[in-house]
């Protein structure tokens, strides 16, 4: 009689945190054109983590002063508004 061979285990899938907008190269490559030749992993989500924040906090405050102004359509200028 065959031996039966026990199913292969598959190794656990990570999941990923949250959802990134901004990728990994750009930014790795800004840090190393300022002189930070090397970078962990942790401190790259890290800062892209702030860089987000960041953006969305500006957008929803330029989103704030179209509505006022009923326009639908977020310009320059109302970013640097949003970000003074």
Partial sequence: MAKKI???????????KTETYIAKAPIR???KKEGADLVAAAALDKLIEFLEAKAAEATKEAHKICKVEKRKRISAADVRNATR
Avoid: D, E, Q
């Fill in 6 to 16: 026990a199913p292969a285990k598959k190794a656990p899938v990570k999941k990923a």
């Fill in 29 to 31: 490559r800004l840090m």
